[in-house]
């Protein structure tokens, strides 16, 4: 499952987990999730396999589309990320890759989608989506987190 992780998001996963790396499964009706060594760091949904925003150690790793401070509010409802709203691209990415979308004035993680374009076909977009928000702030899956690290 790491391996399967390690190559769809282009990180080394040893170089995270430097020790002996202890997993659990949780199962929910809407995603499996992974406990990481004790943290829900990976869920797969709709057999996709992608990081969750509590996996703060594959975010300095992983490409960023940042979106303006108008765009948060509809990207935080699950709306998809559109080209007018966005503000600039870091790191690379090709079309279907995973991404984490940032706000551009606190530079935190809001959600983390699917790239619908290369980097350089997104930077020329004007119109449209370019990111298909898959997990965000306040969704199902943000919330049952919120309330497993209430009761660590």
Request: charged share 30%.
């Amino acid at each position: 499952m790491l391996n399967e992780a390690s190559e769809k998001f282009r990180v080394d996963f040893k170089q995270i987990f430097k020790s002996k790396v202890d997993m659990e499964l949780i199962e929910t009706d809407f995603a499996r999730i992974f406990l990481v060594n004790g943290k829900p760091l990976l869920v797969r949904m709709k057999e996709k396999i992608l990081p969750t925003l509590a996996f703060n150690e594959i975010f300095a790793l992983t490409p960023k589309v940042v979106v303006d401070m108008g765009a948060v509010p509809h990207v935080c409802n699950g709306a998809n990320v559109m080209a007018p709203g966005i503000v600039r691209f870091e790191g690379e990415f090709k079309k279907g890759d995973f991404v984490f979308v940032v706000d551009e004035k606190h530079g935190k993680a809001i959600a983390i989608g699917e790239a619908g374009y290369d980097v350089d076909t997104a930077k020329k977009a004007t119109q449209g989506v370019v990111v298909k928000n898959i997990h965000f702030v306040g969704d199902k899956l943000w919330n049952f987190i919120k309330k497993l690290a209430a009761k660590a």
